[in-house]
């Protein structure tokens, strides 16, 4: 795909007879939950790779986004956000998943909020910060600019926790795409010589089946209320592409897991509302990230305590 939902599974660097010209490196987002890591990944990108909602832990696994301008290639790592709560095996795949994106990438962008001085949790990011291998540059990005009213107060208090950080700076993710693009440029300028790890024309590493679970999980992320949304999974069990040449819609046909019947119909809602308003919100994005028409169909599975069963963990794409 282009910039539709394009992916890579195996990110072997290239060898062509240009690879000794070109400049590439890696960069992971790290942060606590919910300070605006997807947000900030897909203004760099240019293109929504990642999902995005309000609620915490939003982002499950490390999602790669890839930005190509002529030689150089930033490729991004997005990051679940660091916390203790929870035990179960998606849990643990989700810690292990920052632990694998910091170990060996050339910069970090440590994101925090600066809405709020530090919690617990950004005190434990900052002593991750302290165990990368020297070679590693730390940026410290205080998010939520325009949101804060003492930004420089916070930004101070996150500057203590790790001093070492080699750039500070303060912008909004969101609503300020001329500061995420100076730091782009900047991160582009000091790349190493090195071969591209993925084709110029690709800006994700998800298949396209995983990106369309994305949003359509966010979409549930943004309707439901509670606690619901974090037992909320969702699986593409079919893509039919229409005939070339063709005006008929792309047909997708997901599975949204949850883990108790009671669950089920909170999703599927009174008569049908619920899951209705959940697909016509997917089906909106996907429609216009596709560029093409899409008919969702949308389908919701009792699937007991799914967070805990290995196999199903490995279905839906995490690799435990």
């Known amino acids: ?52 909602t ?17 030689d150089h290639q930033l490729v991004f790592v997005d990051t679940p956000g660091l916390h203790h709560q929870g035990r179960s095996e998606l849990d643990s795949y ?42 590693t540059r730390v940026i410290l990005v205080g998010n939520k600019l325009d949101a804060a009213r003492y930004p420089e107060e916070a930004l101070s208090l996150y500057k203590e926790l790790y001093p070492e950080a080699e750039r500070v700076l303060a912008l909004s993710a969101l609503n300020d795409p001329k500061a995420v693009y100076a730091l782009r440029d900047d991160l582009m300028e000091a790349l190493p010589e090195a071969p591209f790890f993925f084709p110029p024309d690709i800006r994700s590493d998800q298949t396209r089946e ?19 949304p974090y037992s909320v999974a969702v699986l593409v069990v079919d893509w039919q592409d229409p005939p070339e040449g063709s005006d008929e819609p792309i047909v997708i046909t997901a599975e949204i ?27 909106k994005q996907l429609e216009i990230f ?31």
Request: hydrophobic share 40%.
């Open 1 to 52: 795909m282009t910039d539709r939902s394009d992916h890579l599974e195996d990110p072997t660097p290239l060898t062509d007879a240009t690879a000794g010209s070109t400049h590439s490196g890696f960069v992971a987002i790290l942060g606590k939950p919910n300070v605006g890591k997807s947000t900030l990944l897909n203004t760099l990108l240019g293109v929504k790779v990642a999902p995005i």
């Open 54 to 70: 309000p609620k915490p832990q939003t982002t499950r696994r490390g999602v790669r986004g890839i930005y190509t301008h002529e």
């Open 94 to 135: 989700m810690r292990r998943e920052i632990r694998d994106a910091v170990a060996d990438v050339d910069v970090v962008l440590w994101v925090t909020d600066l809405r709020h001085p530090p919690t617990r949790e950004d005190r434990d990011v900052a002593r991750m910060l302290h165990n990368l291998p020297e070679a």
């Open 210 to 228: 995983q990106w369309v679970a994305e949003i359509v999980r966010e979409s549930a992320m943004l309707h439901l209320r509670q606690e619901l």
């Open 257 to 283: 897991w949850v883990e108790k019947t009671g669950h089920r119909r909170i999703v599927i809602g009174k008569g049908g509302t619920m899951i209705r308003e959940i697909g016509r919100t997917a089906r």
């Open 290 to 320: 596709l560029d093409e028409r899409v008919f969702l169909e949308l389908e919701v599975v009792v699937k007991s305590a799914w967070r805990e069963d290995r196999e199903a963990l490995r279905e839906l794409g995490y690799e435990v």
